[in-house]
Nanobody, 118 residues
Framework: QVQLGESGGGLVQPGGSLRLSCAAS????????AGWYRQAPGKQRELVAS???????YYADSVKGRFTISIDNAKNTMYLQMNSLKPEDTAVYYC????????????WGQGTQVTVSS
């Protein structure tokens, strides 16, 4: 079974940057659309960015122009470069591959906490 592991989160001041990594135990990013999701306390999990197997990205309006999603298929790793971070970006960030609109292909990882605060 594919395992996903997120890393790279931390505490950063507003305006700062972080790069998140999503390491997969198998080669999945060349086969499936994958995405970064986040869940803030008391809120539902939301899609932040996704990328198709062909490399076409999608960004939520709230992060467009600030975040960049990328993939290194040789390392089975997906990245999320986050710049100009805002306090409202504070959340636990997860990666997965959507299956339709309601389901996901793989078990969720532990996520990585991103806290944007001065």
């Amino acid at each position: 079974q594919v395992q996903l592991g997120e890393s790279g989160g931390g505490l950063v001041q507003p305006g700062g940057s972080l790069r998140l990594s999503c390491a997969a135990s198998e080669s999945i990013f060349s086969r499936y659309t994958a995405g970064w999701y986040r869940q803030a306390p008391g809120k539902q999990r939301e899609l932040v960015a996704s990328v198709t197997a062909g490399g076409s990205p999608y960004y939520a309006d709230s992060v467009k122009g600030r975040f960049t999603i990328s993939i290194d298929n040789a390392k089975n790793t997906m990245y999320l470069q986050m710049n100009s971070l805002k306090p409202e970006d504070t959340a636990v960030y997860y990666c997965n591959a959507p299956l339709g609109t309601k389901y996901y292909r793989f078990p969720w990882g532990q996520g990585t906490q991103v806290t944007v605060s001065s």
